[in-house]
């Protein structure tokens, strides 16, 4: 990583009414939550410590060490998908047949549980 680079930051703590993101209707009318991917925004490096990498967000400071609150654009990719379709698909699995069911044990390499 160096300067210049590009980062997502997740903005949780300032989580601004601005920046809610909706799905629109054909009229134009949001519906449902806010989109989850539009809560990352993208900020360039602009310099550095010894210690830190300084976001043009702000100026805030990352730690060098752990990147903590910073996600590669293919992170972001994998949050959002497992977002949008950890909860659909154990819905799923919890409505799928006992054949699915065993099947699915079967990609865990499942053993039974003795009662």
């Avoid at 980062?7 to 806010?34: A, C, F, Q, T, W």
């Amino acid at each position: 990583m160096r300067i210049g680079d590009t980062v997502y930051i997740l903005i949780v703590v300032e989580y601004d009414d601005n920046r809610r993101i909706y799905h629109k209707d054909e009229k134009g009318h949001s519906y449902g939550g806010p989109i989850y991917r539009e809560h990352f925004r993208a900020v360039r490096i602009k310099a550095e410590t010894t210690r830190s990498w300084i976001l043009s967000y702000y100026d805030r400071k990352i730690p060098k060490s752990t990147l903590e609150g910073c996600y590669t654009f293919e992170q972001v990719e994998e949050k959002v998908w497992d977002h949008e379709n950890r909860y659909k698909i154990a819905r799923l699995v919890d409505s799928c047949s006992l054949d699915q069911l065993k099947m699915i044990a079967g990609i865990f390499d499942w053993k039974e549980q003795g009662s």
